[in-house]
């Protein structure tokens, strides 16, 4: 008998994981091997400012401050691994059009704090290799979280207590106040069942009832080579070139809306060639390319909440392109609500996105 079932071992479920497990809940993980797993591939950009309008990343404060205690306290507790590393970011303009909008904006307190040294075009501070055609500005509190390193270290600790197993209506299953999920003729009993699937909570047919409206959004990303390239900071206009040491960086990402699927293609290839030579002009090699689907919602917040009508159904999801910003406010949340010390925060309850389009 288990307190909790973590259905979903990406990233809103592998912090949940050690967010229930530090509060003395008995869990069990159920994953079918990250099969499509946006987490695997994300390049782990963490940007206070963002879009085309320079707006500050939605409650970014709130989000950042609650993350970046996490994952280090995550880090003394594991030992040598490092989860997110604070990174210089160069946030270049893409035309005069962007330059002039940046320009003409009223900074306020919120934008301003994360606005560091403002570069004209061709300034010399920048390395030759960037194409600075517009100028820009060096973006503060930007960082890099190690997805990867992150989820295999979770893995390894958590593996007595996960299961390689794909959840489906046949398998879970309530009787009374308790869920039960039967896999290859074993049964595990739990109290809560917490989804954290993804993009496929757009077929969870556990929460078809709620309405939660999904923009599926695929994403191709590469890993470049260049000798030329510094490693000293990430370049970014709206896509990424983020150093991952040895001469290698992580190039993130397309937006692809009308393929549902995780393969990568000839069309992403092209793409993030456009997308890497209108960033930088030097040469490189690309060794592997990579696609994920974002789990985004049409007003692109994030969402959890408790079944109305089934009591211990739990999910968080909807972590579109901010997922490490978002998951660990997200679930230790989930356990104040769970122990009875708060209501999940309105904006994030899945109501919110409910009430939005009805
Ligand atoms: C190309 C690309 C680049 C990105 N770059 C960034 C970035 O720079 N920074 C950033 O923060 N985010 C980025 N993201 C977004 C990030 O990947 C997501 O926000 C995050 O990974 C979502 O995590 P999740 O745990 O909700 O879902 P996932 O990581 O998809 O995990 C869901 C898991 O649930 C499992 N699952 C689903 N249903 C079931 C079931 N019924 N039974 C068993 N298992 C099930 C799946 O196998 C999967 O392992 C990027 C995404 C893409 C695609």
């Not at 606005?115 to 930007?142: C, W």
């Not at 599926?216 to 390239?229: A, P, R, T």
């Not at 968080?316 to 104040?336: C, D, E, N, Q, R």
Request: proline share 4%.
């Amino acid at each position: 008998m288990h307190d909790c079932i973590i259905i979903g071992a990406g990233i809103a479920g592998m912090v949940s994981a050690r967010v229930l497990l530090d509060a003395g809940y008995d869990i069990l993980i159920i994953d079918n091997a990250r099969k499509g797993s946006a987490s695997m591939i994300a390049a782990g950009l963490i940007n206070p400012i963002t879009g085309k309008r320079f707006e500050p990343s939605w409650r970014y404060d709130d989000f950042m401050s609650i993350a970046r205690q996490f994952y280090s306290d995550c880090e003394h507790q594991d030992g040598a691994n490092v989860y997110y590393r604070p990174f210089p970011m160069l946030r270049v303009f893409a035309d005069e059009k962007e330059r002039d909008t940046f320009h003409r904006k009223n900074m306020s307190e919120s934008l301003q704090r994360y606005i560091g040294q403002q570069f004209g075009k061709d300034d010399i501070s920048v390395h030759p290799a960037i194409n600075n055609q517009f100028g820009g500005f060096r973006t503060l509190d930007a960082g890099i979280f190690e997805y990867v390193n992150f989820l295999d270290m979770m893995s390894e600790k958590f593996s007595s207590i996960s299961i390689n197993a794909f959840v489906d209506k046949h398998t879970l299953t309530k009787k009374g106040d308790l869920w039960s999920v039967t896999l290859g003729g074993n049964t595990y009993h739990s109290k809560y069942v917490l989804f954290c699937d993804g993009w496929q909570g757009s077929i969870n047919p556990f929460f078809a009832d709620i309405d939660l409206r999904y923009d599926i959004v695929k994403g191709e990303s590469c890993i470049i080579q260049s000798y030329e390239l510094p490693e000293t900071d990430i370049i970014s206009r709206g896509f990424a070139i983020l150093p991952i040491g040895n001469h290698m960086f992580r190039c993130a990402a397309t937006f692809q809306w009308n393929e549902f699927h995780t393969i990568p293609t000839a069309f992403g290839a092209e793409r993030l060639e456009n997308r890497i030579s209108s960033l930088i002009r030097c040469k490189y090699e690309v060794l592997e390319q990579s696609a994920g689907l974002r789990p985004t919602m049409f007003d692109h917040r994030p969402f959890m909440g408790e079944h109305p009508q089934c009591s211990g159904l739990l999910t968080i999801g909807g972590l579109g392109t901010k997922g490490a910003l978002y998951a660990p406010f997200m679930a230790l949340s989930l356990v104040k609500y769970l122990n009875g010390m708060e209501e999940i925060d309105p904006e994030l309850h899945f109501k919110a996105i409910h009430h939005k389009h009805n």
